[in-house]
């Protein structure tokens, strides 16, 4: 193989390296499931942590 070939395959394997890098970054959550982790926890977490400590100081 000639040494600009070999160049263009390394330069191709790089950028492929690059493309599944960025694949395999964690991305976290998306918009509608942050507003249904905020719901939930005003909802469900919140009024479970304020009866909790509501009978702690009774």
């Given at each position: 193989m000639s040494d600009e070939?070999?160049?263009?395959?390394l330069e191709e394997?790089?950028?492929?390296?690059?493309k599944l890098d960025q694949l395999q970054t964690s991305k976290g959550l998306s918009t509608p499931m942050k507003f249904v982790a905020i719901l939930l926890g005003f909802v469900?977490?919140?009024?479970?942590i304020t009866i909790l400590v509501s009978r702690f100081f009774n």
């Open positions: 070939m070999s160049k263009e395959i394997l790089k950028r492929i390296n690059e469900v977490i919140g009024p479970a």
